[in-house]
Each structure stands twice: as structure tokens, then as C-alpha cells.
């Protein structure tokens, strides 16, 4: 494009969504020609090198030149530092006009004399011209190609198709993107980020590597490597022993499902270590002190520890070596247990006092006791589109949220960092033990603090970490108990390679050396590297930085945060709990319906299912009472709760049955109301106790201390402040279980929604033909729903539980009691009717407000729960 004569040009460099300026431009950039033209006074140093050198010649009206003295001189342009994208250069056309247009983000200087000049100056190079207000030149702004196809793919882009943007390959399950991803540069071509000599996109079939050498045995078949679902065999020579998986499967990420297969005979102090798929292993003496060390062949990756010690405990040091392909990755559902069973002290998991019990895994064990510093780290460089932040944000949140949930001595801090760290909250500060004001921080990070860092600075956020620990040793002192029994826990979720700022590794280094971290102190730190995404992410350095633990993984690759966000929600081993904390349900995406409600139990009299209820202690269940008004002898009767070891649950026998006094469906029969619902509520005792595990555990009861701890509200608070937080709107989002188990939802209505939507009970003739007022019949002890599209329980889901989740905690409200509209009309669980348009009465249901039985729960669960004052 042709620029006009005599105008001087600045060009800024754009980064991301922002544009910079350099300090100077060049002598050339004024062209000489013979009209007029305009001087700007610069004011300082700093205007003068922004502006760059003037013309001598002016317009009419403009401020006299300046002698050529008095220009600022000349500087070289400044170059772009090598750890963040240089973007393109926009031309800006000089005069700099005093405002510049919202939608096009107008680079802007003000003119001598323009009260706004300071302001205007300090604007450019955060706006892009596109058109100049007086030639209506556009500068144009590059974009990439648009034909980026993948053949049997798709891709994905985080900034369009503007420079810096990334693509992102993706493939079906079972094949891989070569290349895994590209960047759009500031001259509008596309770069790939790792070298390869394809120019057009593919999808290539993924396999597994094979074996390079296999001790004492013989394996079958004998391939360089492995397609998706092929199998390998491995057999041991006679007096060798078999140990890990015979029959191993190529997954579709990749690796190997099952565990090494090793052949030993026992003779050395410590086991045969094994030789991984892939590796070699040099030193094959497993005597005290012995070492082994690994690598792998051609271009796989090693992860867990290349060098091994037998140690006098007859255990290797450091964590099993596993050779993988780059491209491969982790499922959630195997990273959730692996995960898992490392945290053993991540919620303060072992109380100093107690005496650890050998080959016993390290799990997430949810004691009281101890402390933990948990440190977040966020990736939040360009690569990161905004939706994955938001979910590494909500991941992050899940796990604190959990955390707090169990009363555990915990201060978190967060910290995001790109080109720099940026802490959010310090384990320093008094909030940092206060989950809401950390899971309010995390909510508020803003997507758009990093923006003008590109770059990926792993070192210096560890470093950050290395700085608030030895503040907080300094505060506490260094011999100290307080500083010595504190457990340290770092979580870096990141999407790229760390690509500036040096070795992250050298942080590592820097932490493990003030917490003292040896062999008799490896249990206070912990290092969790996880990478997302198809990107730059890699495995070496990932391996570098977690820690090396026997039996453990540290370092993960999931292929995209939404696997990230499934991990986060296994990898709390509720079954492990120290007691019955209550309202805990899995809601993962590949948990069971019983995982998801645990609380939730069937009741029937011996074959025959009559009712639903759910556990509110690990020995009593809450149904309602018009189950048994039919029934003679409940001992007949059995209870099924769920049992992880079974499909079908474990059935229980009934030792007491409490039937509320003032139940009486014929109460008011006198008054033409042929049924009457009030006071439908009943206690059963099991006959033994339930073992609490991931398929059975109690709801949260409104009113007690466990449900106040749930709440997180103050020891001071009382049965109605409950009832105020948990049933606050006109219309209150709420759940029960169906007869298949699925949760659906309802909407209970309070204060005049409530009074509106009880008023149709007057339309059914059927059963109530003399009524004259809906409350004889609809009394304050229902909650009502039905209206707009709540589900509609079915005849069998009475005493079921009316329940709210709150911060990953479900509290039950209510209990199913009747309705004027069963959508269960036949024996499939599954099939449900909506009620016809027009039905009369319309759909609706009621259920018992707990918060108005309040008298009968604390007569009949005093000593079985801890209630609150009214």
C-alpha cells in the first residue's frame, strides 16, 4: 500500500490482543515531498522517542520546528525478547489524532496543547489504527490461511485466525494429529510448533511401542510395535515367578493397560525391578545399595525415575520408569486412582501420633490432623484459550471446595503465571484457611492479567513458591515444630513447555532444599505436574518436576481439561473417610447413579418394592410413614443400600421402625377429604451398620453440626438460619431419585409461589369432592412443586429424599410424600409420561419440609445427630 507524502509513520508491534510501540523509528520512515507538514512538540525524552523525529516544515496553525539540535536522536529499534511471540508491525499514520474510534481501538497522541496529550501518548501502542480519520488509509492486519484442513479431523483455534492465534489438532480415538498444533505468525504464516516435514495435516494410527528385552521369559508376538487392541503375552521360564500382568492390551492413548510383567526367582534383597515395555536397564545385581539405571529406545519417552536404589526397607527408591510414545496420554479414569493413591497426605492425611501400617497405599485419607500448605499453579499463557482457563479455574475450585469440606487444617495459595507470576492469595494470609474467600479468589481471576505475557515462566512460579515458604519458616522459625510438621502439596496444571525465565527444575531444587527433603523427610512435599492438552506440553519436563515416590505418579498428560475436571472429581477416596461425613455424592461423569446419590436406599417387603428413603446416619433412614400403613410386621421388610461390591446393592433387615403418632391418611375423611397426608414421616433402624464406601454414605439433615460444618457456617448458627440460606428464593432448584436411580429435578416454591401453586388441589373432585380450603388439605408442612417442567415423581419414589446441592454438598430439605398425577402409568423404570396439555387438575407434587417436623426428628434422632438450636 501507498503511503501519502510527508506524513511520518510510528509502527506498533502488536502482542496478542495488545500492540506496543517500539522507541524509535527509523530517519527513512519521513518521506520528503512538498506539502506541508506538521510538528509535534515532544514534552520529555519519552514523547520525543515515541514520536521520533520531526519534519522541519509545518502546516499553517501548527507550533514552530524544532532545530534539528533538539531532536531526539535516533535509536535502534529494540528487539523482540526471544521468550515471547515478536508480532507484526502495524503502520500508524502520523498526525496522531486526539481520540480514536471504541470498535476500531485507534492508536492515539494528542496535539500540543490538547489538555488529554499525556493520556492520548500513553494510549498508543495499546490501539490498533485500521483507519485514518482524515485519508481513510486502512492498515491492514494479517491473518492466516484458512485452509488448515486435518484429513479425518477437526481443529480448533484460540484467537481466530489472527497472528498468535493457535490451532489445534484433533483426531478420533485410536489416531494421532501430525502435526499436534500450529501458530500463526506475525506475517500471517502458520508455523508448527514441533518440527516435522509434513506440510498438510493427518490423522495417524496410533500404537504401542514394544518390548526391547524381557528377563528370564519370552514374550509373544515379537513386534517393533503395536496397533490399538493388540495383545502382548509374556511367560516365565521354570523357577521364575510371574509378577504384574500376563496378557497386556494396546490402548487407544498409547500405553499398555495392566501392569509390567517381571520374572524373578526372589534371590536378591530387593524384587527383580522389571524392564518396562520400551526400556533398557543397565545393572540386573538387587542386593542392599545395588543400583539400576534406564533409558529408552528411539524416540520415546522416559517418565518415573531413570535410576533406582535398592534401599534397607527392601523397596526401589524413586517411582517405576515407563518408556512412551510422545504423542500419548493419560485417561481420567486412570490418573484419578493413580492420583489418589499418592495424596496420602494432602488433607493432612497422617496424624503424626500414628504409627504407619506397611504395604498399605498411600491414599487421600480425610483425617483432622496436621497441616497442609496446598500451592496452585495456573497456566495462564497465551496458549490457553479462555474457556480451558475457565475450567482449570473450576477444577481448582472443586478440589479446594472438597478440601474445606472435611474440616482439615488447610491454607491454599494461587498463583497464575505467563511471562510472570502473579500470586492471587499467599498461605501467609489469614484467608487462605477460609474456603470462600479462596474459592472467591479463584472465581475472580481474570482471564486478561497475563495477557501481554506470552511466554510460559514455570521457574518463576515455582519460584514464587520458594519465596512464601521461606517467608513463612522466617515467621515461624526454622527449628520449630509449627514450621517442621507442615506438609506441602504443589499442583501445576499447565498446557506448553516452560519457554523462558531457565530451568524449572532449579526451583525444584531451591524447595526441596529449605523443607529439608530427604529420605526420612520425602513425605512432606509432593509435586503434581500435570500437562493439558495436545500442545507443547512435555513429558520430560513434566517428569522432571514431579516427585519420585515408590508405587506413585506424579507427572500426568490429559488430553484436554475437560479430563482434567473428571480427575479432580475422582480422586477423593470418599470410603477412606475417618467417619460418616455426610452429603458427599460423586458427580463425575463416569460415576454410577448410586455414586452420585449414596445416600439413596430402596424398601421393600421381602421381593416387592414399596418405597424409597435415604441413609441419614450409618444405622437409620428416613422414609415416609404412609410405606407401612399396609404393612403388619416391617421385620419382614428389607432395606438395599447401595454396596460397591455389587450391582444389585446389599439388602438389610429392619431392627425398629418409628411411624410418626400423627399420621392418618383417614384423619380428616369426617371433612369429605378421603386422604390426608400430615405428619408422613418414619425412622428405620437397620440391624446392623451400614459401612460407609462410595455407593452408601448419609445425606446432610438440615439443622445438625454435620450439615453446619457442610454449610461452613458459624458454631453460633441456628435451625432457622439453615432454612434461610438453603429454601432463600420463591423458586428453589431441587432433586429426587427415580425409580432407576437417575437424578431429576424439580423447582420448590416458597412465599406466594407457594400459596399459587397449591391451589390446583382444589380441581381434584376425585379425592377431595368437598373442599372448601386447599390448607386443610395442603397444610405448612409440604413444600410444593410440580409447575412448569419439573419432573413428576412416580407411585414407588415416596420417601425418597427432597435434596439441594450446595458447594458440592447435598442437603435434604424434604421427603416425597404424594402427588395428583403418577407419570409411572406402567412397570418400565426407564419411561416416564409427561402429564397431557390441559390435564385437570394440572401435575403436582408435595413433599414434608423437614425444617417443620423439627419437634419429632430431635425426639427420635437425639444423640444420633447433633442439632442445632431452632
Known amino acids: 500500500m501507498a503511503w501519502p507524502p510527508l506524513w511520518p509513520v510510528l509502527f506498533v508491534r502488536q502482542s496478542g490482543n495488545t500492540f506496543h510501540t517500539p522507541l524509535s523509528r527509523s530517519p527513512s520512515s519521513v518521506p520528503p515531498g512538498p506539502a506541508a507538514r506538521l510538528r509535534v512538540r515532544a ?29 531526539a536522536p535516533a535509536r535502534a529499534p529494540r528487539q523482540p525478547s526471544s521468550s515471547r511471540q515478536c508480532c507484526h508491525l502495524l503502520p500508524v499514520v502520523a498526525p496522531l489524532w486526539p481520540s480514536c474510534a471504541e470498535q476500531d481501538r485507534v492508536a492515539t497522541a494528542a496535539l500540543p496543547g490538547n489538555p488529554d496529550r499525556p493520556a492520548a501518548i500513553r494510549a498508543v501502542g495499546r490501539c490498533c489504527p485500521r483507519v485514518h480519520p482524515l ?47 500450529r501458530l500463526c505468525k506475525s506475517n500471517g504464516r502458520w508455523q508448527t510448533l514441533r518440527s516435522t516435514q509434513l506440510t498438510k495435516a493427518v490423522c495417524k494410527p496410533v500404537r504401542c511401542p514394544g518390548p526391547v528385552s524381557f528377563e528370564n521369559g519370552m514374550f509373544t508376538p515379537r513386534l517393533g510395535s503395536y496397533p490399538v487392541g493388540g ?32 520374572c524373578d526367582n526372589g534371590a536378591g534383597y530387593c524384587p527383580n525391578p522389571g524392564i518396562s515395555v520400551g526400556a533398557v536397564r543397565t545393572g540386573s545385581r538387587f542386593g542392599l545399595g545395588d543400583k539400576v539405571t534406564y533409558r529408552c529406545s528411539s524416540n520415546l519417552v522416559l517418565t518415573g525415575s531413570a535410576e533406582r536404589e535398592c534401599q534397607s526397607n527392601g523397596v526401589w527408591s524413586g517411582t517405576e520408569p515407563i518408556c512412551r510414545q510422545p504423542y500419548s496420554y493419560d485417561f481420567p479414569e486412570d490418573v484419578a486412582p493413580a492420583l489418589g493413591a499418592s495424596l496420602s497426605h494432602l488433607l493432612g492425611a497422617t496424624n503424626p501420633t500414628q504409627k504407619k501400617k506397611k504395604s498399605v497405599g498411600r491414599k487421600i485419607q480425610i483425617q483432622r490432623s496436621g497441616h497442609l500448605n496446598l500451592y496452585l499453579l495456573l497456566d495462564a499463557s497465551q496458549s490457553v484459550a479462555e474457556d480451558d482457563f475457565h475450567i482449570f479455574k473450576e477444577s481448582a475450585s472443586l478440589m479446594v471446595d472438597r478440601i474445606f469440606s472435611f474440616e482439615i487444617n488447610v491454607s491454599v495459595a494461587i498463583i497464575t503465571f505467563a511471562s510472570k ?3 492471587i492469595m499467599s498461605v501467609l494470609h489469614d484467608n487462605s484457611r477460609d474456603a470462600t474467600e479462596v474459592i472467591n479468589s479463584l ?59 531457565g530451568s524449572p527444575k532449579l526451583a525444584v531444587d531451591n524447595i526441596k532444599e529449605i523443607l529439608n527433603i530427604n529420605q526420612q523427610r520425602n513425605d512432606y512435599l509432593d509435586i503434581y505436574a500435570i500437562g493439558v492438552g495436545k500442545l507443547d506440553v512435555d513429558w520430560k519436563e513434566l517428569n522432571e518436576l514431579g516427585s519420585k515416590k515408590d508405587g506413585e505418579r506424579h507427572a500426568f498428560i490429559l488430553q484436554d481439561t475437560n479430563a482434567l475436571y473428571q480427575v479432580f472429581e475422582h480422586m477423593l477416596d470418599v470410603s477412606k473417610l475417618t467417619d460418616t461425613i455426610c452429603g458427599v455424592g460423586n458427580m463425575s461423569a463416569n460415576a454410577s447413579a448410586q455414586e452420585r446419590t449414596p445416600w439413596h436406599v430402596t424398601i421393600k417387603p421381602k421381593s416387592q418394592e414399596t418405597c424409597r428413603g435415604a441413609l441419614i446416619s450409618d444405622q437409620w433412614v428416613l422414609t415416609a410413614a404412609h410405606c407401612f400403613r399396609h404393612a403388619e410386621n416391617s421385620s419382614l421388610w428389607r432395606v438395599n443400600v447401595g454396596d460397591p461390591n455389587s450391582q444389585w446393592g446389599k439388602d438389610f433387615s429392619i431392627e425398629k421402625a418409628v411411624i410418626s403418632s400423627g399420621f392418618d391418611v383417614f384423619a380428616k375423611k369426617n371433612q369429605g377429604i378421603l386422604e390426608f397426608y400430615g405428619d408422613d414421616i418414619a425412622l428405620l433402624k437397620l440391624a446392623q ?10 445425606i446432610c439433615l438440615p439443622c445438625t453440626v454435620e450439615a453446619n460444618l457442610a454449610l461452613r457456617r458459624p458454631p453460633g ?16 432448584p431441587a432433586h429426587f431419585v427415580a425409580l432407576n436411580g437417575s437424578k431429576l429435578n424439580i423447582n420448590l416454591k416458597m412465599g406466594t409461589e407457594w400459596t399459587s401453586c397449591i391451589q390446583v388441589v382444589s380441581q381434584d373432585r376425585t379425592t377431595f369432592p368437598d373442599l372448601t380450603d386447599v390448607r386443610e388439605v395442603v397444610t405448612d408442612q409440604f413444600l410444593c412443586s410440580g409447575t412448569e417442567n419439573d419432573d413428576n415423581p412416580c407411585r414407588g419414589e415416596s420417601g425418597g429424599a427432597v435434596f439441594l446441592e450446595r458447594r458440592y454438598r447435598f442437603f435434604q430439605v424434604g421427603l416425597v410424600s404424594w402427588g395428583l398425577y403418577n407419570p409411572c402409568g406402567n412397570s418400565n423404570k426407564n419411561s416416564r409420561q409427561k402429564a397431557p396439555r390441559g390435564k385437570i387438575p394440572p401435575p403436582r407434587d ?25
Open 846 to 870: 408435595f413433599h414434608i419440609n423437614l425444617f417443620r417436623l423439627q419437634p419429632w426428628l430431635r425426639q427420635h434422632l437425639e444423640g444420633i445427630l447433633n442439632f442445632l438450636p431452632l
Open 421 to 423: 507470576p502473579k500470586i
Open 717 to 732: 448458627s441456628t435451625c432457622r438460619d439453615h432454612e434461610s440460606e438453603l429454601l432463600n428464593k420463591l423458586s428453589v
Open 231 to 262: 495383545n502382548l503375552s509374556f511367560e516365565c521360564e521354570d523357577g521364575f515367578t510371574l509378577r504384574g500382568s500376563p496378557v497386556r492390551q494396546c490402548r487407544p492413548n498409547g500405553m499398555w493397560d495392566g501392569e509390567t510383567a517381571v
Open 689 to 698: 451398620k451400614v459401612k460407609m464406601s462410595t455407593h452408601a454414605r448419609p
Open 443 to 501: 472465581d475472580n481471576i481474570n482471564y486478561k492479567d497475563h495477557e501481554n505475557g506470552t511466554g510460559t515462566n514455570t521457574y518463576a512460579a515455582l519460584d514464587s513458591v520458594h519465596i512464601m515458604m521461606n517467608n513463612q519458616m522466617q515467621r515461624l522459625g526454622m527449628s520449630t515444630a509449627a514450621w517442621q510438621e507442615i506438609r506441602h502439596a504443589i499442583i501445576l496444571l499447565t498446557d506448553g513447555k516452560s519457554n523462558m525465565g
Open 135 to 181: 485519508f481513510g488509509l486502512a492498515a491492514a492486519t494479517p491473518s492466516c490461511p484458512q485452509n488448515v484442513n486435518i484429513s479425518g479431523g477437526t481443529f480448533t483455534l484460540s484467537h481466530g485466525w489472527a497472528p498468535g492465534s493457535v490451532l489445534t489438532y484433533s483426531c478420533p480415538v485410536g489416531r494421532y494429529p501430525v502435526p499436534a498444533s
Open 43 to 71: 514534552k520529555s525524552r519519552a514523547e520525543a522517542r515515541l514520536l521520533g523525529p520531526a519534519p522541519r516544515s509545518r502546516l499553517p496553525g501548527a507550533p514552530s520546528t524544532l532545530r534539528p539540535a533538539e531532536r
